[in-house]
Structure formats: structure tokens, C-alpha cells
């Protein structure tokens, strides 16, 4: 696996060179993640003029002996506490450099500054998004580690699925479907679970409350695994009890057509406001103009938000081997409502089009 | 409770008044918590010359109808995807603000830019740690959240000690005490619990593996509740099985002693190195000096790792009303360790001295 990850810091310090700054310094954790294969709390790459060193603080908590970490990359444990993009600054300042690209959309004012008082003649320019750049499109190893993620929470919700609902509050089955997460092999939730039962229900991102499960509700549950670092979404929409309200199914048929025409939309050369105009243009001709999502979807990867972004500003065109969320929802306030959010990578048409990680049935089931 | 928010804000706007900057913004998500009694997602807080203002962003996961923000509190949702610091400065500018006291530690080098773009003409000074100062001393109100989280703690923590323990794995262990915690009326865990069994026990920030608990092991479990924001820490050692070995008896007796030391120390007044030397000592006087935890204690509040810092650099003295943690330890490589971990708050010795929160005993227990 060495190989994989020196590659990837080969394309970035070509990049960097020809952005004219020999040397650069990763910060952001999931960065430092794709670059080295591990992040030990704290600790930051240096593409050097000359060599590649991973600096590790040596505070309470870090955990230098990551065994996925690249073997071939050399490792600095800084004792002493200091900060160690601080000591990269010094070492790329001893190596000669002149300039450093910084993340500076990572790092703080105060870090940025005493990277400046400890090497002054050193030039700090701006990294910017080139990691996340390189991040977007995924190997397929990369992949691999998506679907087994995705099939981690299709089990967990499956199992929830089978189980009594009824009473039970959004806090305990948020924490149940966790449980089940990591008992079917996952490191962990991919971001927190959301369980939104009744006037809850469609919104996204909704933090679970001490509500509980009522006939007739309508019951948004989102949820992730995260596998080996790599994270998946997927979300769902139930009816509570055995006969959905008119205008449950009503709704809930809306945002499955939303859905599908944004899933459909996926393709290479797409452009991303494109995916999300495909589905948002079905919830505005219903009359959602203040209900429904800001934003139809967005990659997935190492981050549970990643680029590209669907939505309606956005910028660029898709590629091949981009995992993104597609998850058109529509929220009534006071009355609840509907979220289908499925994770898929996008495919040319030859290789079979959109491929969906995420198989959980989009039925209306009624439970 | 929002007199207590307002007064809050006064001392912080007197003392950047002082410092020469009559306007102020919080971006640290735990400081504007602290100035509002809530922090929506993304959430800012501009003390401006005229009035304050909370800056919410329009994003997704926002949750602007935060239940237990300062109804007093003038509220702006920012709609189209707007950076609120950016938008604060430009607020600022336009009351006439000359400078602008920020948060250089809590801020990136790209928002920081970004606002001076928008007001070439703001100065932007730094804030530092001003409201991280005003939080290390507590009120009566906060020490009770404390105390129940502590309790919370240990009644998890009572739980799974009735419970059969051999041949679970330490992320299994893990996920069920966060269950109890939240069983328990935690918001949820203060902090990724931490289960160390076997070779790992004794060693602080440990993250749970698929490693199982075996007869004879020593098992470290390190926990806290969440409770209205407010965060405790407990950390206990046992042994499983029926009789501990030698080793394990002595290295257990003097990690307590050592507890102990540091337990007995926290008076208003104290410096805090001498807490943690205290502690320290005992520990290096059998010889352990490189196996033994950097830090002795920290503060915990709204956040689990706050100042003051009881470490051997540690600069300034205890006051009363702050609380910290005790939590020495040794792990020696390839065996395991102990670590033992309270919260406690420092009060007068008229008042009784510290006064321990989490209560579950630190006898060596064998399971």
C-alpha cells in the first residue's frame, strides 16, 4: 500500500512546484489521512525540498504508532510539546526552502503566525484545496472501502427496521443504530446519527430529541459507517403504523421522483448544479420553494462533506469515481416530512451508469 | 438565566474596552456558548459597539431555533451561504467600528483574509483567550451541571461493573457505557470513551479495538457525561479475575498514592505545577520516569480539555470554584498500567477542600 500513498504525494508536490513552492504543509487531518494512510492526533506532513516527514506532537492522546501509517514515511515525534507546524517551518527553513504552502483554510491566525516568527525568512503561500482536489476522484480501493461502508448501514437499518419502533425515543434508536454499526464491523459512525420522528421528520442534520416514535409519524433516519476512514450516508423515510396518511404518500412519492431524477442526472460531464436543478425543479413545480433542501448532495470520501457540491451556485463538472450523496428532502414545519438520501458513485453509461452503494429499498414501507 | 449571558458579555466587552477594542467577535464554538447560552452550528457572536448580535449561517445542520439561547440576544440568520465572520466584520465596519477584536487562535489565515477583504478599513486585533480566562472559574449553576454529569458517570460506570465483562471486546465495552450515559440523561458523552484492556490499560487517549478483556488483564476505562454542555471525566483501573498478581497490586498502590497526592493538593492558591509534582514525584521516586502520563490534570467545563493545565510547565495558581481532573498514570510497554481519574472542584479548606465529583470508589476491584 506504500506505493499508493508516496503517489499521491508525488502528484501533489508536482503540483506544488508548478504552483512554484517546492515545499508544502498538510494540516488538515484528512489530508494528512489520504497522503500517509493514518493521522495520529495532531500531527502534519511536510513535503519537503528534500524528503517527506510526518511530525507527531508528543501530547496526551496522540497515537504515533498508527499501524496503517506508510512505512516508508520517515516519522518525527517532537517531545517537549511544542507545535508541529511550527517545527516544520524550522525544518523546511534548515532545508534551505524559501516558500511553504500552507492550508491556510485549516490553520489558525495564531498558528500561521508563529510558523513566521520561527522562520521569517521563510515565505508562507497558500496550499489552498489542492489535497481535496486530488481527493475527489477515488481508486478503487478507495471504492472498495466505500461499499463495504454502505452495506454496514444498509444492515444496520435493516435490523432497526425488524425491531419494535413504536415508543421508543430518537436519542435510543440513534444510539441503537450505532451500536449495530460498529457490531457489523464498522471503526464507527461516519457523522452523527440522525433519528427525526413526526414534526422532525425531513429536516436534515436533525439532532436526535427525547421524542418519542408515535403512530402515524412519518420517521427520518440518516446514517453512516465509518470504514476504514472512508464514510457513506444513507437516509431513509417511514410511516408508522399500517395505513400512511394521503398526503404522506403524496409527499413522499414527490421526493422519491426528486430523487430519481437527481440519482438519473448522474453522469460524467454532468455539470453539478445540473444534478441538483434535476431534482430540486420536481419539489419547486409542487410548490416547495421554502421546504426543501439547500442542497441536493455532495461527495463523499475520508469526509462525510467533501466536494463536489450539488447545489444551486455550484461549480465544475462531475468525473468518473466520484462517490456523492444524492438526498432531495422536503420539511413542512409543524407537520414533518420526507428525506431519501442514497450514496452512489458516478460511472460512465458503458460501465452501467450511477452505481448505488447504498440498496436499502425505497419503498414507503409502513412499520 | 439570560442575566447571566448579558453579565457575561459585559465583562468580556469591559475587558476588550479595556484592551482597546470596543468591539469583539467569538467564533470558538464553545465561547459563544458560554456568551449565549447556545451555539447553533457555525454560529458567531459580535459584540459590537452598539449592541450584540448573534450570526447564524443558513447551512445545512444549522439549527438557529435553539431552545436555550438568550431570548435577549438579537438573532441574524444569514441567508445564501454567507461566512458569518465575514459578515460580522462587515457589521462592524458599517457601526463604525474602527478595530475588531478576533479570535486568532479559533480563526483560519482564508476567514481571517477573507474579512479584511470586506473591511479594508477594520483593524483586526486579537481577542486571544479572553473568554477562555472568563470560563476557567465557574458559577454555582455550572459546578451543578458538572455534578450531575458525574454522577451520570458513575452510575454507567456502577453498571457495567455488574456486568460480565470477559471475552467483550474493548469497542463493544465502549459503546455500551456512551448507551448508559445517554440512558442516564447525558446529552452524550463528554468525550470518545476509552476502554484499554490488557497491554493497553494504563495508557491515556487509548481508542477501543476488537482486543477482548482476558483473565488476569488489567482493564482501564476512562468516560464522562455530557450534560447541558458541561463535561466530567472518570477513569478507574480493575483487575480481572479473581486475584491480582503482585505487580499489578504495587503498580495499582502507588498510581493511587500518587492520586492521592495530587487529590489533596488543589487549594486556591496553589500553583499548578505543584499539583502536578505532587502527584508526579511519587511516581518518579519508583522509577518511573518515562512511563508515566505528561500531564497530571486540566479543566473541564464546556469543553473536556480546558486551562488551567496541571502539567510540570504549567504556569499559575488554582483559584476556588475550578474544576479540574487528577488523573495520573503509568503504562508500561508490552504489560499494561493503571490510571486513575477524578473530577474535582477546588474549594476553600473552610469550605471542606476539593470537593470530588465523581464518587465510584478507587479501591482495586477484581471483576
Same mark, same amino acid.
Given at each position: 500500500?506504500?506505493?499508493?500513498?508516496?503517489?499521491?504525494?508525488?502528484?501533489?508536490?508536482?503540483?506544488?512546484?508548478? @504552483?512554484?513552492?517546492?515545499?508544502?504543509?498538510?494540516?488538515?487531518?484528512?489530508?494528512?489521512?489520504?497522503?500517509?494512510?493514518?493521522?495520529?492526533?495532531?500531527?502534519?506532513?511536510?513535503?519537503?525540498?528534500?524528503? =517527506?516527514?510526518?511530525?507527531?506532537?508528543? @501530547?496526551?492522546?496522540?497515537?504515533?504508532?498508527?499501524?496503517?501509517?506508510?512505512?516508508?514515511?520517515?516519522?518525527?515525534?517532537?517531545?517537549?510539546?511544542?507545535?508541529?507546524?511550527?517545527?516544520?517551518? =524550522?525544518?523546511?527553513?534548515?532545508?534551505?526552502?524559501?516558500?511553504?504552502?500552507?492550508?491556510?483554510?485549516?490553520?489558525?491566525?495564531?498558528? &500561521?503566525?508563529?510558523?513566521?516568527?520561527?522562520?521569517?525568512? +521563510?515565505?508562507?503561500? =497558500?496550499?489552498?484545496?489542492?489535497?481535496?482536489?486530488?481527493?475527489?476522484?477515488?481508486?478503487?480501493?478507495?471504492?472498495?472501502?466505500?461499499?463495504?461502508?454502505?452495506?454496514?448501514?444498509?444492515?444496520?437499518?435493516?435490523?432497526?427496521?425488524?425491531?419494535?419502533?413504536?415508543?421508543?425515543? *430518537?436519542?435510543?434508536?440513534?444510539? *441503537?443504530?450505532?451500536?449495530?454499526?460498529?457490531? &457489523?464491523?464498522?471503526?464507527?459512525?461516519?457523522?452523527?446519527?440522525?433519528?427525526?420522528?413526526?414534526?422532525?421528520?425531513?429536516?436534515?442534520? &436533525?439532532?436526535?430529541? =427525547?421524542?418519542?416514535?408515535?403512530?402515524?409519524?412519518?420517521?427520518?433516519?440518516?446514517?453512516?459507517?465509518?470504514? #476504514?476512514?472512508?464514510?457513506?450516508?444513507?437516509?431513509?423515510?417511514?410511516?408508522?403504523?399500517?395505513?400512511?396518511?394521503?398526503?404522506?404518500?403524496? +409527499?413522499?412519492?414527490?421526493?422519491?421522483?426528486?430523487?430519481?431524477?437527481?440519482?438519473?442526472?448522474?453522469?460524467?460531464?454532468?455539470?453539478?448544479?445540473?444534478?441538483?436543478?434535476?431534482?430540486?425543479?420536481?419539489?419547486?413545480?409542487?410548490?416547495?420553494?421554502?421546504?426543501?433542501?439547500?442542497?441536493?448532495?455532495?461527495?463523499?470520501?475520508?469526509?462525510?462533506? *467533501?466536494?463536489?457540491?450539488?447545489?444551486?451556485?455550484?461549480?465544475?463538472?462531475?468525473? @468518473?469515481?466520484?462517490?456523492?450523496?444524492?438526498?432531495?428532502?422536503? &420539511?413542512?414545519?409543524? #407537520?414533518?416530512?420526507?428525506?431519501?438520501?442514497?450514496?452512489?458513485?458516478?460511472?460512465?453509461?458503458?460501465?452501467?451508469?450511477?452505481?448505488?452503494?447504498?440498496?436499502?429499498?425505497? *419503498?414507503?414501507?409502513?412499520?
Amino acid at each position: 500500500m506504500s506505493e499508493v500513498y508516496a503517489d499521491r504525494r508525488v502528484r501533489l508536490r508536482d503540483r506544488c512546484a508548478a @504552483a512554484g513552492s517546492p515545499a508544502a504543509l498538510v494540516s488538515r487531518p484528512a489530508n494528512v489521512r489520504y497522503l500517509t494512510g493514518g493521522s495520529p492526533a495532531g500531527a502534519v506532513l511536510l513535503l519537503g525540498p528534500e524528503e =517527506d516527514v510526518l511530525l507527531c506532537p508528543a @501530547a496526551p492522546g496522540a497515537d504515533p504508532a498508527d499501524g496503517r501509517l506508510d512505512e516508508l514515511l520517515r516519522q518525527r515525534l517532537l517531545t517537549g510539546g511544542g507545535d508541529p507546524v511550527v517545527a516544520a517551518a =524550522d525544518v523546511a527553513r534548515r532545508a534551505g526552502a524559501e516558500a511553504l504552502a500552507v492550508e491556510e483554510h485549516h490553520l489558525t491566525v495564531a498558528r &500561521h503566525r508563529a510558523m513566521g516568527s520561527v522562520a521569517p525568512s +521563510l515565505r508562507l503561500a =497558500d496550499l489552498a484545496g489542492a489535497v481535496e482536489q486530488l481527493r475527489i476522484v477515488k481508486d478503487e480501493d478507495e471504492i472498495a472501502c466505500l461499499r463495504i461502508a454502505a452495506e454496514i448501514a444498509d444492515q444496520a437499518l435493516g435490523e432497526l427496521l425488524e425491531s419494535i419502533l413504536v415508543g421508543r425515543t *430518537e436519542r435510543h434508536l440513534a444510539l *441503537e443504530l450505532e451500536r449495530r454499526l460498529v457490531d &457489523h464491523g464498522a471503526d464507527g459512525p461516519a457523522f452523527p446519527t440522525s433519528v427525526a420522528t413526526g414534526p422532525h421528520s425531513g429536516r436534515g442534520g &436533525h439532532r436526535p430529541t =427525547d421524542r418519542r416514535v408515535e403512530e402515524g409519524d412519518f420517521l427520518s433516519v440518516c446514517l453512516g459507517a465509518n470504514y #476504514r476512514g472512508y464514510r457513506c450516508e444513507i437516509g431513509r423515510t417511514f410511516v408508522i403504523g399500517t395505513t400512511p396518511a394521503d398526503w404522506q404518500i403524496e +409527499l413522499y412519492d414527490l421526493v422519491f421522483a426528486a430523487q430519481r431524477a437527481g440519482r438519473e442526472a448522474l453522469l460524467p460531464g454532468a455539470e453539478c448544479r445540473d444534478i441538483d436543478r434535476a431534482a430540486r425543479q420536481i419539489l419547486l413545480a409542487a410548490g416547495h420553494t421554502d421546504t426543501c433542501a439547500p442542497l441536493t448532495g455532495h461527495g463523499v470520501g475520508l469526509e462525510i462533506d *467533501e466536494d463536489p457540491q450539488l447545489a444551486p451556485e455550484a461549480m465544475g463538472k462531475l468525473d @468518473a469515481c466520484v462517490p456523492v450523496t444524492v438526498e432531495p428532502g422536503v &420539511h413542512l414545519p409543524g #407537520r414533518g416530512g420526507v428525506r431519501i438520501d442514497d450514496t452512489l458513485v458516478v460511472r460512465q453509461e458503458a460501465d452501467g451508469g450511477p452505481e448505488l452503494l447504498t440498496i436499502t429499498t425505497k *419503498e414507503l414501507l409502513a412499520l
